[in-house]
């Protein structure tokens, strides 16, 4: 079965990338997320976690650049991940006016500070990363629709979890999801502060 009910420009991307059926874990998350709800989804690698994220994401933004700051945000592990997933999302992108842009701790701040003022859409980073620039003015998340955290069996590190919680209480009116292939106690926290009535899709 095709995937259904997507942005027509979406579409266009997976038949250019010959995607004609999504996974499993595709077919069932997908519907999830759209509906707005905060989610955990929990499956293997090869599931297809990261072409969800992508997709949904976009679909968030209707496939189109709106104004300057960032709509969604995509925390991953490090600096090799960040640049993965830029990649990864250009794919999609590259036929349509949305701006990504990939942040992460060894890229000087002030750089990154005076590229996001450009104007971006998505913001690709690190929970480190995101509240240094938050806390150096360097970002609004002001206009934030969604923010996804990508194979977030990182967040075992407490201090990444803690950075996320911190921003997290920061943003408002914002849709999370958490993509990872197992629960853990970090994750389980996050369910107290700003994951409380998610939804869970399990794999």
Known sequence: MPFKKLHPRLLESLELQSIE??????????????????????????????????????????????????????LVENKEKVLALYDAFLKFTKYNTLRVYASYEQLHIDIQKSEIYMGIDILITTPKTLQNLFLTNGVSISELKICSIDDADFLSKKSDTTSMIVMAESIKKCQFVIYAQKSHPQLKRLENHFMEHSKLVQQ
Do not use: M, Y
């Open 21 to 74: 059926t999504p996974t499993p874990f595709e077919k069932r998350s997908i519907p999830v997320i759209k509906s707005g709800a905060n989610v955990f989804c929990f499956a293997a690698d090869g599931s297809g976690k990261t072409t969800t994220l992508i997709l949904t994401t976009l679909q968030k933004l209707k496939g189109e650049a709106v104004g300057n700051a960032p709509r969604a945000v995509v």
